[in-house]
């Protein structure tokens, strides 16, 4: 069974303060993995697609990066305006486009 | 680019009325379009898969009778939830694939919240 699992469940950060957040995955064929942001009371808002293991992404503070069992969203020098809930999907090769989402890490920057 | 919308972003209805949810992508055609549901402080559930001109994909424990999608275009679906309760209360969100995208990244509207008194 396809399977997401995201830790820690929530994360408090000083500003400036780097760190990482993990998605770990089980599916039987990845088509494609995606991290999304979500702020409370809105929709998701998305970030990145890795494709393949060795694959990275890059944008302001955050990267993405992806291995065959898991994928790590690292923060550098986050600002409290970073702070939101991070989502990781993958999609599978099953033949249907759904998402499998992981619970989410709820992210708090300090100033 | 990519920009998904939804309307209502907020509706209350009495016990028993039905509600109409509209999601549109703005900018782009999508083939397939999601409803999800999310509780608080929980990740997004999905309910169904809608394509264009055919009949949605509900997922198991989804109600077909109670949640029904109408995906009449390329840009427009709707979730009509029939005699709602209150324990239909939630945010709904819909999301759309592009039609013309290599990748298959869905993009999530904003979400609608619903009550139900």
């Known amino acids: 069974e396809d399977q997401v699992t995201q830790s820690p469940e929530a994360l408090r950060l000083q500003e400036g303060e780097s760190s990482s957040l993990n998605c770990s995955y089980t599916?039987?064929?990845?088509?494609?993995l995606f991290w999304y942001r979500q702020d409370p009371g809105k929709g998701p808002e998305f970030l990145f697609t890795?494709?393949?293991a060795g694959e990275e992404k890059e944008k302001e503070r955050l990267k993405a990066t992806l291995t065959k069992k898991e994928s790590f969203l690292h923060i550098t020098a986050p600002k409290p305006e970073d702070s939101a809930t991070y989502l990781c999907a993958v999609q599978g090769t099953s033949g249907t486009y759904k998402y499998i989402f992981g619970t989410g890490t709820r992210l708090k920057v300090l100033a | 680019g990519a920009v998904v919308s939804q309307h209502p972003s907020w509706v209350i209805c009495k016990s028993g009325t039905s509600v109409k949810i509209e999601c549109r992508s703005l900018d782009f055609q999508a083939t397939t379009m999601f409803w999800y549901r999310q509780f608080p402080k929980q990740s997004l559930m999905l309910m169904a898969t809608?394509?264009?001109?055919?009949?949605?994909?509900?997922e198991q424990g989804v109600e077909k009778d109670k949640f029904l999608i109408n995906h009449a275009s390329l840009t427009l679906s709707t979730l009509t939830v029939t005699s709602a309760h209150p324990e239909d209360s939630s945010f709904y969100i819909c999301?759309?694939?592009?039609?013309?995208?290599?990748?298959?990244?869905?993009?999530f509207g904003p979400g609608t919240r619903l009550t139900v008194l």
């Open positions: 599916v039987s064929g990845l088509r494609g």
């Open positions: 890795l494709y393949s």
């Open positions: 809608s394509n264009e001109g055919s009949k949605a994909t509900y």
């Open positions: 999301s759309a694939s592009p039609t013309s995208g290599v990748y298959n990244e869905q993009f």
